[in-house]
C-alpha cells in the first residue's frame, strides 16, 4: 500500500525566502509521485509529477522536487516565494496495481508574508 | 475548453435528503473521479470510474453511490444524507487510468448536511 506524509500543516516564508514543503512516501513498488496546489475556492492544480525519468523534476510557476530513493522523500522547493504562492499544497502518490487513483497527504498551507 | 466542471457550486440539505452531485468533462478522457476533501485530511477516493461502463469503489464508499452516465459525465448520489458527508466534493478525470496519468479536477461542490 502506498501512502505520504507532509510535515508541517502550515508553513510561513516571506517573499523572496525560499520555499521548502516536505514530503515522505511509502510505497512497496516504484512510486510515481505528484505535488497538486490549491488556490482558495478553487480546485487543484497539477504542479509537477515524477514518473521515474528523472529525479529532478521542474513543474510549473518555478516549483521544482527532486525524488530522492533513500530518503523517501519527494520535497517541493522554490527559490523565490512570491505572494502569489499562498495556497494549500498536496502531495500524493498513486496506488500501485489495481487501482490506480491517487492517495493524497493531508496538505501544507504556505503563507507568504510581505 | 471548460475541462471539468460540477454543478452545483453550493448546497444545504437536512439530514435524510437525497441529492445528486454532476460532473462533465470535456477532454475525451476515460477515467474519472469523485474525491471527498476534509480539513486535515487531504483528498480521499469515493468512486472511480476507470472506462464508461465501469465503476469501482475508492477508500469512503459508504454512503455514496455513482452512475457514468456517458464518457462524458460522472454523477454522484448521496440517497441519505448524514452530517458526516458535509464536506467539499471533487471530480477529476484522466485520459487514462495509468500511474503517471495527470488528473484534471472541477472546481468542487460544498455540501453543508444539517
Known amino acids: 500500500a502506498q501512502s505520504v506524509t507532509q510535515l508541517g500543516s502550515h508553513v510561513s516564508v516571506s517573499e523572496g525566502a525560499l520555499v521548502l514543503l516536505r514530503c515522505n512516501y511509502s510505497s512497496s513498488v516504484p512510486p510515481y509521485l505528484f505535488w497538486y496546489v490549491q488556490y482558495p475556492n478553487q480546485g487543484l492544480q497539477l504542479l509537477l509529477k515524477y514518473t521515474s525519468a528523472a529525479t529532478l523534476v521542474k513543474g510549473i510557476n518555478g516549483f521544482e522536487a527532486e525524488f530522492k530513493k533513500s530518503e523517501t522523500s519527494f520535497h517541493l522547493t522554490k527559490p523565490s516565494a512570491h505572494m502569489s504562492d499562498a495556497a494549500e499544497y498536496f502531495c500524493?502518490?498513486?496506488?500501485?496495481?489495481?487501482?490506480?487513483?491517487?492517495?493524497f497527504g493531508s496538505g501544507t498551507r504556505l503563507q507568504v508574508q510581505p | 475548453n471548460a475541462g471539468v466542471t460540477q454543478t452545483p457550486k453550493f448546497q444545504v440539505l437536512k439530514t435524510g435528503q437525497s441529492m445528486t452531485l454532476q460532473c462533465a468533462q470535456d477532454?475525451?478522457?476515460?477515467?474519472m473521479y469523485w474525491y471527498r476533501q476534509d480539513p486535515g485530511m487531504g483528498l480521499r477516493l469515493i468512486y472511480y470510474?476507470?472506462?464508461?461502463?465501469?465503476?469501482d469503489k475508492g477508500e469512503v464508499p459508504n454512503g455514496y453511490n455513482v452512475s457514468r452516465l456517458n464518457k462524458r459525465e460522472f454523477s454522484l448520489r448521496l440517497e441519505s444524507a448524514a452530517p458526516s458527508q458535509t464536506s467539499v466534493y471533487f471530480c477529476?478525470?484522466?485520459?487514462?487510468?495509468?500511474?503517471?496519468?495527470?488528473?484534471?479536477f472541477g472546481p468542487g461542490t460544498r455540501l453543508l448536511v444539517l
Open positions: 477532454m475525451n478522457h476515460n477515467s
Open positions: 477529476a478525470s484522466s485520459a487514462r487510468q495509468g500511474e503517471w496519468e495527470t488528473q484534471y
Open positions: 470510474s476507470a472506462s464508461e461502463g465501469t465503476t
Open positions: 500524493a502518490v498513486t496506488r500501485g496495481t489495481g487501482r490506480r487513483a491517487l492517495t
